[in-house]
């Protein structure tokens, strides 16, 4: 089944969607940014000086969020909420660090990456203290279920930052293979974070897994958006930001679908670009060309659309609630983002 494309960015429940997560998570919020910080000191001066040069650079903390507003939804937190959204959060700055040096990236949230500042070394090490901070925040939760889903959701992350590198620059890496790779990446992280979260809110086996079904569709959804953005959302329009994935030979689904129809001569641009850290505007401007000549962004952007219509159905299955209709809106709101 392949649904048609909207259009337009889809406003109606999109339209201050983040803000109003961030509104009604403020309060727990702020003790996570607690917890963070206290959980990033160390006495070897360089692991609080770069963990905190990450963690100020911004980034919406969108993941801790949902594990907050998914506890919300139960009605039954009982402080293990902001330990769990705190472990989330360091798991994700963790994978963060890895993925700069693995990828060699100079840039992250617009600022140089931390490798770049202190070495791959160090980043590296520090990615591994905070990932060791958020099993001690498990652990001090006292709840072996959810240490169980965050561990695991820990390994496979790292499974897919594997896989993923094998197939760097493999022009027959399928979609499945892609698909493979977000769900590990991206996707199972969104997943645990609100699955733990409903755990911590006093939900049941069957509301924590609808609540993790949701969050491993927004995780879809959020990767595939992303990866439509780097080539400058429906519209294909050149931007600062775009072709970073190109340069890191990143093999995502517009790449991928763009390679199934392009002929000899347009598979050879491709991979050309690919892995090409001197790729320059024309030979991105001329890959471009050739995805929107095959439909590329728009069918990856309809997987998109099919992973939020997959969170909608999820939600739809919970008590109709304040918090059910924000978690529906920042599935929207992730999928407006490519407009």
Same mark, same amino acid.
């Given at each position: 089944?392949?649904?048609?494309?909207?259009?337009?960015?889809?406003?109606?429940?999109?339209?201050?969607?983040?803000?109003?997560?961030?509104?009604?998570? !403020?309060?727990?919020? +702020?003790? #996570?940014?607690? @917890?963070?910080?206290?959980?990033?000191?160390?006495?070897?001066?360089? #692991?609080?000086?770069?963990?905190?040069?990450? &963690?100020?650079?911004?980034?919406?903390?969108?993941?801790? %969020?949902?594990?907050?507003?998914?506890?919300?939804?139960?009605? *039954?937190?009982?402080?293990?909420?902001?330990?769990?959204?705190?472990?989330?959060?360091?798991?994700?700055?963790?994978?963060?660090?890895? /993925?700069?040096?693995?990828?060699?990236?100079?840039?992250?949230?617009?600022?140089?990456?931390?490798?770049?500042?202190?070495?791959?070394?160090?980043? #590296?090490?520090?990615?591994?203290?905070?990932?060791? +901070?958020?099993?001690?925040?498990?652990?001090?939760?006292?709840?072996?279920?959810?240490?169980?889903? @965050?561990?695991?959701?820990?390994?496979?992350?790292?499974?897919?930052?594997?896989?993923?590198?094998?197939?760097?620059?493999?022009?027959?890496?399928?979609?499945?293979?892609?698909?493979? #790779?977000?769900?590990?990446?991206?996707?199972?992280?969104?997943?645990?974070?609100?699955?733990? *979260?409903? %755990?911590?809110?006093?939900? !049941?086996?069957?509301?924590?897994?609808? @609540? *993790?079904?949701?969050?491993?569709? $927004?995780?879809?959804?959020?990767?595939?958006?992303?990866?439509? $953005? /780097?080539?400058? *959302?429906?519209?294909?329009?050149?931007?600062?930001?775009?072709?970073?994935?190109?340069?890191?030979?990143? %093999?995502?689904?517009?790449?991928?679908?763009? =390679?199934?129809?392009?002929? /000899?001569?347009?598979?050879?641009?491709?991979? +050309?670009? $690919?892995?090409?850290?001197?790729?320059?505007?024309?030979?991105?401007?001329?890959?471009?060309? &050739?995805?929107?000549?095959?439909?590329? =962004?728009?069918?990856?952007?309809?997987?998109?659309?099919?992973?939020?219509?997959?969170?909608?159905?999820?939600?739809?299955?919970?008590?109709?609630?304040? %918090?059910?209709?924000?978690?529906?809106?920042?599935?929207?709101?992730?999928?407006?983002?490519?407009?």
């Amino acid at each position: 089944m392949v649904l048609t494309a909207t259009k337009t960015a889809p406003a109606d429940n999109s339209q201050g969607a983040l803000d109003k997560l961030v509104s009604a998570t !403020n309060d727990s919020m +702020q003790k #996570v940014n607690d @917890l963070i910080i206290s959980r990033a000191d160390s006495h070897v001066e360089i #692991v609080p000086e770069l963990a905190r040069y990450l &963690i100020d650079a911004g980034g919406k903390r969108l993941r801790p %969020m949902l594990t907050l507003a998914a506890a919300a939804m139960f009605g *039954g937190a009982n402080g293990n909420e902001i330990r769990f959204a705190g472990a989330v959060e360091f798991m994700h700055n963790a994978t963060l660090l890895h /993925d700069d040096v693995v990828d060699e990236s100079d840039m992250r949230r617009g600022k140089p990456a931390a490798r770049k500042v202190w070495g791959n070394q160090a980043s #590296v090490l520090v990615g591994d203290f905070l990932l060791g +901070q958020a099993f001690l925040m498990m652990v001090e939760a006292n709840d072996i279920e959810a240490l169980g889903v @965050l561990s695991r959701a820990a390994a496979v992350i790292a499974e897919g930052e594997v896989f993923q590198l094998s197939k760097a620059k493999d022009l027959n890496t399928s979609a499945d293979d892609y698909f493979q #790779v977000i769900r590990a990446k991206t996707a199972t992280l969104f997943e645990a974070a609100t699955e733990v *979260g409903a %755990m911590a809110g006093g939900a !049941n086996a069957a509301e924590r897994r609808t @609540l *993790g079904d949701y969050g491993l569709a $927004l995780g879809r959804a959020f990767q595939l958006i992303d990866d439509v $953005l /780097d080539y400058g *959302g429906v519209a294909g329009t050149l931007g600062k930001n775009t072709g970073d994935d190109l340069r890191e030979g990143k %093999m995502t689904l517009p790449v991928i679908l763009a =390679l199934q129809s392009a002929d /000899d001569d347009e598979r050879a641009l491709i991979a +050309q670009g $690919l892995g090409n850290a001197d790729a320059d505007a024309d030979m991105l401007a001329g890959i471009i060309a &050739i995805m929107e000549k095959y439909g590329a =962004l728009q069918q990856s952007l309809e997987e998109a659309e099919r992973a939020v219509a997959s969170a909608h159905a999820s939600l739809e299955q919970l008590p109709e609630s304040e %918090m059910r209709a924000l978690l529906a809106g920042v599935a929207d709101f992730c999928l407006a983002r490519a407009y």
